[in-house]
């Protein structure tokens, strides 16, 4: 008998009169905003422009949700298109089921449309936002607490997860897997922000040590859940997906370094060109109104020269009777 435990909800939805609010889906987007703030941060901080990081986030975050879908629908096809099974319930995105490696693997694919589209380096994007992606995994990690999904092996440790009897489900105290996965988040959020301002991570390299660190992670509470999953060789697919990735991040690391040492000087051109235009503007300006050296005196162009001057009558007047007395 377990002397304490985690309770989980005993609905994921809360009705406010005749909208559904969602704890999955709340969840997420919590996650989301928590991750644009932490991007944008760091982004003004590394020279870029406050907003710019919102901006690719419309490119991003919608490919990201298709991504994490897709992941999800693909893997666990049998979810959906098995005997019995409803393949309209592939679209009720809100009852859960996103892929973090779909959504990270599409979102770079809308993220590098928009940087295109500003005339911004990937890396260095991604390099910003590394550690709010995490942050907003941990936040997102709560929807399946909602949902009462996720969990682990069945345990009687203090901080073991209740789950309540249900569709697909056995009532009884599990591992809280989203809960390790969501704290194992928060320290890959810092790890990342430790390092970043240790090494002067650049060209992508923080945003690969954030890869690497989750995937490093994910292995093992992967290793822990027992939802239905794919084997290949004795381990669950995310398992090897997770030692894939993880390899790749590595070597990215490793070769970047040695290719592209150091850090993004320019993150943002167009607002340096900006900034260089206003600065040849400026110069134009005081070059323009500087006095010019040969005239500076302005009285010196109305006051006529001091030589012979025919213009006088009364000198013309003056000058005639002596002439005529030397004659």
């Not at 936002?129 to 607490?145: C, D, H, K, S, T």
């Not at 440790?157 to 105290?173: D, F, K, Y």
């Not at 989750?214 to 292995?219: D, E, H, I, K």
């Not at 993150?267 to 040969?294: H, I, M, Q, Y």
Request: with cysteine.
């Amino acid at each position: 008998m377990n002397l304490a435990s985690i309770p989980s909800p005993s609905t994921g939805v809360i009705e406010l009169g005749p909208i559904p609010l969602r704890g999955y889906a709340f969840c997420i987007i919590i996650g989301v905003f928590v991750a644009v703030w932490i991007g944008n941060k760091r982004w003004v901080a590394r020279g870029g422009k406050a907003g710019t990081v919102a901006d690719i986030a419309v490119w991003a975050v919608p490919f990201g949700l298709v991504g994490g879908r897709l992941y999800h629908v693909i893997t666990d096809y049998q979810l959906y298109f098995s005997e019995g099974q409803n393949w309209v319930d592939a679209f009720k995105i809100w009852e859960g089921g996103l892929g973090i490696w779909g959504a990270i693997a599409l979102g770079a694919v809308g993220a590098w449309i928009g940087c295109r589209r500003r005339g911004i380096p990937l890396p260095a994007w991604a390099d910003a936002l590394a550690p709010g992606i995490a942050v907003a995994q941990a936040i997102g990690r709560w929807g399946n607490w909602f949902n009462q999904e996720l969990y682990g092996r069945p345990t009687d440790l203090p901080w073991a997860l209740e789950i309540s009897e249900g569709p697909n489900r056995v009532a009884g105290t599990y591992h809280p897997t989203f809960l390790y996965e969501s704290l194992w988040c928060i320290g890959v959020a810092l790890l990342v922000i430790w390092a970043d301002r240790r090494f002067k991570l650049g060209h992508g390299r923080a945003f690969a040590l954030y890869v690497a660190a989750y995937c490093a992670g994910r292995g093992w509470i992967e290793y822990m859940r027992v939802d239905e999953a794919h084997h290949i060789l004795g381990l669950r697919l995310n398992v090897w997906t997770a030692i894939i990735v993880f390899a790749l991040a590595v070597a990215y690391i490793v070769i970047s370094a040695k290719l592209r040492p150091g850090r993004e000087e320019i993150v943002e051109p167009e607002k340096d060109a900006a900034a260089a235009g206003k600065a040849e503007e400026k110069d134009s300006a005081d070059s323009t109104d500087a006095p010019d050296s040969t005239d500076g005196d302005p009285l010196k162009k109305d006051t006529p020269e001091t030589g012979a001057d025919d213009s006088d009558p009364l000198k013309k007047k003056d000058s005639a009777p002596e002439a005529a007395d030397k004659s």
